[in-house]
C-alpha cells in the first residue's frame, strides 16, 4: 500500500518535551496542561534508554530557573523506575527553565542535563482575556443588529 503520509504525530501537549541525550531519552509534562500559578501541579517525567525501556535504579535532580535565576531545586533523589511524578507549585507567571540532570550515566560517568521550557499562567489572565473575547463579540452582535434593523426600515420605506 503507498501512503502520502509517511510519519503521524499526536498533538503534543503545551507544557510537554522529549530530549535524546546519548542513550537517554526524557520526556517530561506537566498535569493540568497548562500550570496556574499558586496552585500544585504535578511535573510528569519519563525516562527511557535506546531501546524505550524505563530505567531502572537512576538518580534524577532538578533545577528550576525563572529570567535567568535559580529559584528552586529538586535534590537529586534515587528513582526505581523510569517514571517519575512529583508535586510542584510555580509562585511567578511566565517560562521557567527546567534543568533536569541524570547523574552518573554519561560514559565518562558525568552528569546528562535535559533543558525544558514550562510555562506557567496567572489564573486572572485568562479572566481577562475571556472578558475582552465577550466583549468584542457582543459589540460586533450589537454593530450587525444595528445594521440590520436600519437596512430593515430603508426597504419598507
Avoid at 88 to 112: C, M, P, Q, T
Avoid at 137 to 150: D, G, N, P, Q, R
Wanted: no cysteine; glycine share 8%; proline share 3%.
Amino acid at each position: 500500500m503507498f501512503s502520502l503520509i509517511s510519519d503521524v504525530d499526536a498533538h503534543p501537549l503545551f507544557n510537554s518535551g522529549e530530549e535524546w541525550i546519548g542513550d537517554y531519552r526524557i520526556q517530561i509534562s506537566t498535569l493540568p496542561e497548562i500550570p496556574a500559578v499558586d496552585e500544585k501541579i504535578q511535573v510528569l517525567l519519563r525516562v527511557v534508554d535506546v531501546d524505550f525501556q524505563e530505567l531502572e535504579n537512576f538518580t534524577l535532580g532538578i533545577r528550576i530557573f525563572y529570567h535567568g535565576e535559580q529559584v528552586d531545586a529538586i535534590m537529586p533523589t534515587s528513582y526505581q523506575n523510569g517514571h517519575v511524578e512529583m508535586d510542584y507549585i510555580f509562585e511567578n507567571s511566565g517560562n521557567h527553565v527546567f534543568r533536569v540532570d541524570l547523574y552518573d550515566l554519561a560514559k565518562d560517568g558525568g552528569i546528562l542535563t535535559y533543558t525544558f521550557n514550562i510555562s506557567a499562567q496567572n489564573p486572572f489572565g485568562y479572566i481577562f482575556i475571556s472578558a475582552v473575547t465577550m466583549g468584542g463579540i457582543m459589540t460586533a452582535i450589537i454593530f450587525v443588529y444595528v445594521y440590520l434593523s436600519k437596512r430593515r426600515s430603508k426597504s419598507k420605506v
